[in-house]
């Protein structure tokens, strides 16, 4: 199978070198910053399930690009997905499929809008990867999970494919015939966790740990999944148990990439795909969720203090 990655951040080139080692011939659009560098050490990655040092083919954003692939993996942050498309768009063949990791759903609206939703795969993962000073991969813990699934039926067999090349690397990896609900399932978790972290600047251990904290995180995971059960997609007694295992253990240091993010004083956060989307959908049911408006809120504001300094 011919590969490309958009980027060779934390996530795709993570996933990027995994292919690689599973035998597939995988390339990866970066900008020309990012090629020196790759050409000069290589793509790094430290990994308790395998560490990956070593060469990888680059491709330069912005040059004329005469191959051909089968598939495009898409790893971006949400407030990027404008950008990607439109590189995307003179590099997605007639039969090439794309396979976004992202998180929420507005992301696959605007890519079904751009391309088709029988050229969309479905993709979840629940690993903590970063990408350090050097352009090396951290990849946080031993957690690796990766479902993929087709959500056309013209485009079962490549998604199939995929699967079968990821299955050959460690870590969990699955094959969804309802990848429409495993994208809802993470969404109402990731926005639940997202909600508290991110308005408490605490993990999970420590939000449970004060007088309130536990009635807060369950009030967060009544909003998302009753957002999730109106549209369609009531979460199964499996994915609330891993919910509530992730979200309610006394013991969890999880916290959300985006409290992360805030920690680190990044400038953007994907508030408006992970918590925003959330609340708009909520709107058009009906819905009223108060905790996730006042974390919005709370996001929003972080960004505009972030843009003014």
Not at 234 to 251: G, I
Not at 257 to 273: H, P, Q, T, V
Not at 276 to 296: F, K, N, V
Request: glycine fraction near 10%; include cysteine.
């Amino acid at each position: 199978m011919k590969i490309l990655v958009l980027g060779a951040g934390a996530m795709g080139g993570y996933y990027g070198a995994r292919l690689i080692e599973a035998g597939q011939d995988v390339s990866f659009l970066v900008r020309e910053r990012r090629a020196r560098q790759l050409q000069q050490e290589g793509l790094v990655i430290d990994s308790a399930l395998g560490n990956f040092a070593g060469p990888v083919k680059t491709l330069v954003s912005g040059t004329a690009i005469a191959a051909e692939f089968d598939l495009i993996l898409l790893a971006c942050k949400s407030y990027d997905l404008d950008g990607a498309i439109e590189t995307l768009k003179p590099l997605t063949g007639q039969n090439t499929v794309i396979l976004p990791i992202l998180n929420g759903l507005s992301t696959y609206d605007s890519l079904d809008a751009t391309f088709g939703r029988d050229r969309i795969l479905g993709g979840v993962s629940y690993i903590a990867t970063t990408l350090d000073k050097n352009g090396h991969i951290q990849h946080q813990g031993s957690n690796d999970s990766l479902s993929v699934g087709a959500r056309a039926s013209s485009s079962e067999n490549i998604a199939r494919a995929f699967h079968a090349a990821i299955a050959r690397t460690p870590g969990l990896r699955q094959f969804s015939d309802n990848i429409d609900q495993a994208l809802w399932n993470k969404w109402a978790m990731i926005a639940a966790g997202a909600a508290v972290t991110c308005l408490m600047r605490g993990n999970i251990g420590q939000i449970l740990a004060t007088a309130e904290g536990e009635s807060l995180v369950r009030q967060a995971i009544t909003e998302t999944t009753s957002v999730a059960g109106g549209s369609g997609y009531p979460l199964p007694q499996v994915a609330l148990d891993q919910m509530h295992k992730l979200l309610l253990s006394p013991a969890s240091t999880w916290e959300a990439s985006m409290a992360r993010d805030i920690a680190a004083g990044m400038a953007r956060l994907e508030a408006d795909a992970i918590i925003g989307d959330m609340l708009t959908r909520a709107r058009q049911l009906g819905i009223e969720l108060p905790l996730l408006r006042a974390a919005y809120c709370h996001l929003q504001v972080y960004e505009l203090r972030q843009a003014a300094n």
